[in-house]
C-alpha cells in the first residue's frame, strides 16, 4: 500500500490496517485521526510519539496481541495459518529444535508468572537461541523495568509493521 492510499482510507479501514502493527485500540484510534501522513517518515515519527505518551494499561493490550514465544501449539497453528508478516518476523522459530521451544515455553512462562504479561522481543532477525537468551536475561528485572523494556519492543515491532504496511 501507498502512503496516500492510506491517507485515503475510511476510518474504519485505516483502523484495521493499523490494528495490523499494533492491537492498542487507542493507539490506532489516535493513528486514524492524525491522518493524513506527508511522508512515511511523519507516520513513523507520530506512531513514536503516541507510543511514548501512552500507560500500562496500552502497552499490556497491545502486549495481548502477540503469541506467546515457545508455545508449541501455538506456534504450529501459528504457521499453518497466520499472515506472511508474522511468518517473517518469527523466521529465527522455523526448523529448530523442540527441546529449545520447550524451553523457551518454560522461560517464557516463568517470565510471565512474574511480570503478568508475555516476553515480547521484536523478533525479526533473531534465532531462537537468541530469544531464549533474552528472555532469561530480563527475569531478574523488576516489573517497571521489564514494562518499560517490554514496550520498547512492542514499538519496534510496530515500526517493522509500518514498514511492511506501506
Known amino acids: 500500500m501507498k502512503l496516500d492510499q492510506l491517507n485515503q482510507l ?3 479501514e485505516a ?3 493499523f490494528y495490523k502493527c499494533c492491537a492498542c485500540t487507542k493507539f490506532c484510534k489516535d493513528l486514524v485521526t492524525s491522518r493524513p501522513y506527508k511522508t512515511k517518515q511523519d507516520l513513523f515519527t507520530k506512531a513514536d510519539s503516541l507510543w511514548s505518551q501512552y500507560s500500562e494499561a496500552e502497552f499490556l493490550e ?3 496481541g502477540h503469541s506467546k514465544i515457545g508455545d508449541l501449539s501455538s506456534l504450529k497453528l501459528k504457521y499453518a495459518n497466520t499472515s506472511e508478516w508474522s511468518q517473517q518476523e518469527q523466521a529465527g522459530m522455523q526448523g529448530v529444535d523442540e527441546a529449545v ?4 515455553l ?3 512462562d516463568k517470565y510471565e508468572s512474574k511480570f503478568g504479561f508475555i516476553f515480547i522481543v521484536c523478533a525479526t532477525g533473531k534465532s531462537a537461541v537468541e530469544m531464549l537468551e533474552i528472555c ?3 527475569l531478574p ?3 517497571h523495568q521489564e514494562l518499560i523494556i517490554a514496550a520498547i519492543e512492542q ?3 510496530t515500526r517493522v509493521r509500518l514498514e511492511k504496511l506501506l
Do not use: Q
Open 15 to 17: 483502523y484495521e490496517e
Open 101 to 104: 521451544l520447550k524451553e523457551l
Open 10 to 12: 475510511s476510518e474504519a
Open 155 to 157: 514499538s519496534k515491532i
Open 106 to 108: 518454560a522461560v517464557n
Open 62 to 64: 497491545a502486549f495481548r
Open 141 to 143: 528485572n523488576e516489573r
Open 136 to 138: 532469561k536475561s530480563r
